[in-house]
């Protein structure tokens, strides 16, 4: 039992999908609608690697019914012998998932393949990378997001096909891809089943974010999807405080381009305040020979 049950804890893998906003939600002072459930999963994976976790959030498309179980489904078929997972509770405003990087400079990767065609070409890239480095030092934070350069590795956390089951390719992607259910992107990480020294958040090893290149974006609502997904890259999860955070789940995952103060308060909560500069370093040994 007790090998069991520490397998289990050990290997969870999870995404999260967010939902298509409306353009007519957008800057709109009209009642807004509740906001569509964001999918979010959660899968135990075995390997060669050993047990993992992953997580899936997702955001889906405005005025369309999206259809959580064919996304899950989508996940569930590419990793063989997952393991679904109970969702997780939610706190009174931000959510956290968890978890957290042990070193906050995050390196990523964007994958151009497929990119939407309602862009002009680079626009698309751009605002990515302006999502990205919106969370850079956000809240006095230390976290950093370090773009690294293209790729050709496609994203989606779909692990290597030959081996039996999801090995991280250990590289952070974004990048393009047809989701099913309606949904216009997710965010899937994968953690280690050990915690950060020092904290009560297991380590996040890997992100990758998916976004579908067939819903018409404008760039601000590109930039803000993007700006949630990266959210969830950080272990935030979708805020209970909404309209109001960028982690809001649903149609109103697009409306923020920068931070919120309650997606800052998660973020503090996780990663704390970047420490002062370090004063000039002195000896703190007498300068004598020792050996
Ligand atoms: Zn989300």
């Given at each position: 039992m007790a090998p069991v049950r520490r397998a289990i804890l050990a290997a969870a893998m999870l995404a999260a999908a967010v939902l298509l906003p409306s353009a007519a939600l957008r800057g709109s002072t009209a009642a807004q609608p509740p906001a569509p459930p964001g999918a979010r999963f959660a899968f135990l994976l075995t390997g060669p690697a050993g047990p993992r976790i992953l997580e899936v959030a997702a955001v889906?498309?405005?005025g369309r019914p999206a259809d959580?179980?064919?996304l899950a489904a989508a996940i569930r078929a590419a990793h063989p012998g997952?393991?679904?997972l109970p969702p997780r509770s939610a706190s009174a405003a931000y959510v956290l998932d968890g978890v957290r990087w042990r070193d906050p400079l995050v390196p990523w990767y964007y994958a151009p393949a497929g990119a939407p065609p309602s862009l002009p070409p680079g626009e698309a890239f751009e605002r990515i990378r302006r999502a990205a480095e919106t969370w850079n030092g956000a809240g006095g934070t230390p976290v950093r997001?370090?773009?690294?350069?293209?790729?050709?590795d496609g994203p989606g956390c779909r692990g290597d096909p030959a081996a039996v089951s999801y090995t991280p390719d250990g590289r952070n992607v974004v990048g393009w891809d047809e989701i099913p259910g309606n949904y216009l992107g997710y965010t899937c990480w994968v953690r280690s089943a050990s915690l950060v020294e020092g904290t009560p958040y297991f380590e996040l090893l890997e992100f990758d974010i998916v976004l579908d290149p067939r819903y018409p974006y404008t760039g601000d609502l590109l930039q803000a999807l993007a700006l949630h997904?990266?959210?969830h890259a950080l272990g935030l999860g979708h805020s209970d405080r909404c309209p109001g955070a960028a982690?809001?789940?649903g149609e109103l995952a697009t409306v923020f381009t920068e931070p919120q103060p309650d997606d800052l308060a998660g973020l503090l909560a996780l990663y704390g305040r970047q420490p002062p500069p370090s004063l000039p370093?002195?000896?703190?040994?007498p300068a004598i020979a020792r050996d």
């Open positions: 889906a498309a405005p959580p179980a064919a997952a393991i679904p997001f370090d773009y690294r350069g293209e790729t050709a997904e990266f959210g982690m809001c789940a370093r002195r000896a703190l040994v």
